[in-house]
């Protein structure tokens, strides 16, 4: 169940940076996903077990967008097509949470997508033709912040509000897993170039995936590039791979299975990763088999943003509307955890998902953030029609 983490220490304010675990072992989340659909409930009601942030924004969405236009004709290059079809879109297994039901249809047109993450090079190439400054390169707006606080929540200090972004933390120890603070913080000078703070950085990882992107960085790069963010149909129809009702994009064996088909957890969340699979933390883009249709990493390694909006329900009003023609997302947001900040949704899991914390390198699992966040295992990729 959603957890929330009050940051005193780090704005001096009672700023609620909302933390969301997936700490129900599968047991948990089959009882709660049945329970939740036998009774009807609504969103108001209904607890979404994720693995990470609802967070407070730095800014609203939008805010401080620069005006880009296409940097020059896109072509397919290092993209893959992607067939038309139908599939039932959602819930696989007794890992699935609330908001993956129901199961519904959904009919798709053919697309491009690519076929790996967008990578720190291809980034780098997109800000130096643009002089592009992400979010977390960015102050903080206070007066857009404010709006997604509680009334009278006082302004904290100036030099508190300074570029950041979210950054994962291995404790020496084992910790509470309701206690995120443990191992999210927020550091300041964060962000792209800067994955972990001011002592990183991303020389020798051109072929890394972006990461500390928010959601408008991603949209602006993509319409650079002449391309667009996947719907999130588009996303879990494109990792499936052509496979029906399996629950990974390589099938159905579990990840650690035979041999290391993604880029996860192993060993003991969040203070010892074996690193079976060759990684501590990101890995470079095209390190595992690729799914059923040529795409890299739809599991595992980072998280990847969609366009649409996230609503708890929204699988229940496509499920009443029979089969669904190219779905783009509600029309608006709404997350009851946080009915002040809107949320976009995020798919394919990161580095840091394990079965007894978070399996959300299912082909059917769903994320939300708020539009302005980024954090250390959160990047994108692209598509085009």
């Excluded at 007066?143 to 509000?161: C, I, V």
């Excluded at 708020?370 to 990729?381: A, E, K, N, V």
């Amino acid at each position: 169940m959603f957890s929330r983490l009050v940051s005193r220490a780090s704005l001096g304010v009672a700023v609620l940076v909302g933390l969301a675990a997936c700490q129900q072992n599968r047991s948990d989340n089959a009882q709660s996903s049945a329970t939740a659909v036998s009774s009807g409930s609504t969103i108001a009601d209904t607890a979404i077990t994720s693995c990470h942030a609802s967070l407070p924004a730095r800014m609203a969405s939008g805010t401080s967008a620069q005006t880009l236009t296409a940097g020059h004709s896109a072509d397919h290059k290092g993209m893959v097509a992607i067939p038309a079809g139908t599939f039932q879109m959602g819930a696989d297994n007794d890992q699935a949470r609330p908001d993956e039901y129901p199961k519904h249809t959904v009919c798709l047109d053919g697309f491009w997508m690519d076929a790996g993450e967008v990578t720190n090079a291809e980034f780098a190439r997109f800000v130096k033709a643009t002089g592009y400054i992400t979010t977390a390169e960015r102050k903080p707006d206070w007066e857009e912040m404010r709006k997604q606080l509680p009334p009278g929540t006082p302004k904290p200090a100036d030099d508190l509000l300074v570029a950041s972004s979210l950054v994962f933390t291995m404790p020496d120890q084992a910790v509470s897993l309701s206690d995120y603070s443990q191992w999210w913080k927020w550091v300041a000078g964060a962000d792209w170039r800067h994955p972990e703070g001011p002592g990183s950085s991303i020389a020798g990882k051109d072929n890394y995936p972006v990461v500390q992107v928010s959601w408008d960085d991603a949209q602006a790069y993509a319409k650079w590039a002449g391309k667009r963010l996947p719907t999130e149909a588009e996303w879990e129809w494109a990792a499936r791979g052509g496979l029906k009702q399996a629950i990974y994009p390589w099938g159905d064996e579990p990840v650690d299975a035979g041999k290391p088909k993604a880029n996860s957890w192993q060993g003991t969340f969040p203070n010892r990763n074996t690193k079976r699979d060759g990684f501590n933390w990101t890995a470079p883009v095209k390190s595992f088999t690729p799914n059923g249709y040529g795409l890299y990493d739809m599991a595992g390694n980072v998280w990847e943003w969609c366009s649409d909006f996230y609503r708890p329900d929204y699988y229940e009003t496509q499920a009443r509307a029979g089969v669904v023609k190219n779905p783009t997302g509600p029309l608006q947001s709404f997350d009851p955890d946080e009915p002040t900040v809107p949320k976009r949704v995020q798919r394919g899991g990161s580095f840091l998902c394990n079965d007894s914390y978070c399996s959300s390198y299912r082909s059917a699992a769903r994320m939300k953030s708020s539009p302005d966040t980024g954090l250390s295992h959160t990047g994108f990729r692209c598509v085009m029609d």
